[in-house]
């Protein structure tokens, strides 16, 4: 096999779209960053070190492949004392499902249970009057002009849905969504030291409350899933200690996992649907493509763009030599627009077969995927019923400084 060398110059061209991509220009529209890093092939030099992997078919042969693996906390201590990977915040969420491999993975799957056709049939009526009420307060704001759907519903579905399963206090929901908010750069590929402290300081939060909430209901067990994961740890770990943390770190999770990919989710479905007028009227004749509608929005612009695994062992990936321990970062948000696997991938196109990444795959395939769409089908479906088509105010702005996870500032609508 021939072997690739990765030169300086490569190290430059995509430094240059990095830098591109974190300004504020690259934050409203990365799809053209993305073409120009496919460009350079399916997989380039990352600047920091490592690889980006920008073409579908092998983001997704990684994904399900056992040779690649989540970034534990094996391989965050190895990264020395002054990395981002040693921050409080990262030691913390790498005890989380997401970032955990085999062995330990799949103990903490098992007490974890499943979103199965029952317990999601469960959540449904929730959902609906959650969204119908949302929907009332659009409805009355819109009344006066115009109203910024991210934070009147976006926002708010999916923390009233987590926290209404989870038996959590409504008067705690809004300080939640806060402190995911903030906990997300940890998890991001170039944080800054301001933003991983904000970072620590939500999850030293975070932890406070849940193994406070995981305690008392030790104390007074309920009918909901905290009580529910309580027992199956109690049966897993003898020590009660260890075993309330698990129980923690399974409701931090769930948390983390509904709240911040879900608003996104929801605020870019809707901008797909307002920004074009055709597509508001499609969708209010044939309720039934609101799955296809989803699928469409999560390919077109998934709410997570940035998915990294390190190689098990010495590899050769595309021709390029890679060690053990090494990273790459599957670029989905430029995997979802590869030619190669959807012809014209820049437009929004129903008709599609589903093909994307935006709940990963393999063994690490999102645990929460079927709740997300349920939300999303819901709101879509209710949205195009109970209101008259709404037309966009202006683009919205992303959060800034944001390259793994897109999130919605403002969605500022109005009626036709």
């Known amino acids: ?41 399916p997989v380039a030099p990352a600047p920091w070190g490592g690889h980006l992997v920008t073409g579908f078919d092998l983001c997704d042969r990684i994904l399900r492949s056992p040779a690649w693996l989540e970034p534990d906390r094996r391989w965050r201590e190895k990264q020395g004392p002054r990395t981002r990977w040693s921050a409080p915040s990262a030691r913390e969420i790498s005890s989380t499902l997401p970032a955990l491999n085999p062995p330990d993975h799949s103990r903490v799957r098992q007490a974890a249970g499943t979103f199965d056709r029952s ?72 944080p800054t030291a301001s933003q991983l402290a904000r970072s620590d300081a939500a999850m030293a939060e975070l932890r406070a409350y849940f193994l406070d909430l995981v305690r008392d209901r030790r104390a007074r067990p309920g009918d909901d899933p905290i ?38 989710l929801l605020a870019t479905m809707v901008l797909r649907l307002v920004e074009e007028p055709d597509r508001w009227d499609l969708v209010a004749d044939n309720p039934d493509l609101a799955p296809a509608f989803v699928e ?64 990963s795959a393999g063994i690490h395939y999102c645990l929460g995927a079927p709740l997300a769409r349920m939300e999303a089908d819901t709101l879509l479906r209710r949205l195009v019923t109970r209101l008259p088509r709404l037309t966009l105010v202006r683009r919205p702005t992303m959060a800034p400084r944001r390259v793994v996870f897109r999130r919605l500032l403002n969605l500022d609508v109005a009626l036709a």
């Open 296 to 359: 469409e929005t999560l390919r077109h612009d998934a709410p997570t763009h940035v998915i990294s695994r390190v190689a098990a062992h010495d590899c050769a990936l595309n021709g390029l030599e890679i060690r053990a321990d090494d990273m790459v970062h599957l670029m989905v948000g430029a995997a979802h627009r590869d030619p190669d696997r959807h012809p014209d991938p820049d437009r929004f196109d129903l008709r599609r077969k589903p093909a994307h990444l935006a709940f």
């Open 227 to 264: 009580s529910g994961w309580i027992t199956r740890w109690d049966a897993l770990e003898s020590d009660q200690d260890k075993a309330d943390e698990g129980v923690y770190f399974l409701a931090l999770f769930f948390l983390l996992a509904a709240l911040e990919t879900t608003a996104t």
């Open 119 to 190: 317990t999601i049939q469960g959540i449904a009526p929730t959902v609906t009057r959650v969204t119908d009420r949302l929907l009332d307060t659009l409805a009355d704001r819109l009344r006066d002009g115009e109203a910024d759907f991210a934070a009147l519903v976006a926002e708010e579905l999916p923390v009233a849905t987590i926290g209404t399963w989870l038996g959590l206090p409504e008067a705690d929901w809004p300080r939640l969504r806060e402190l995911t908010h903030d906990q997300v750069f940890t998890q991001e590929l170039l």
């Open 1 to 41: 096999m021939q072997t690739v060398t990765t030169t300086s110059s490569d190290r430059r061209a995509t430094l240059s779209l990095f830098t591109r991509l974190r300004s504020a220009q690259g934050q409203d529209d990365p799809f053209p960053i993305y073409a120009a890093l496919r460009s350079l092939g």
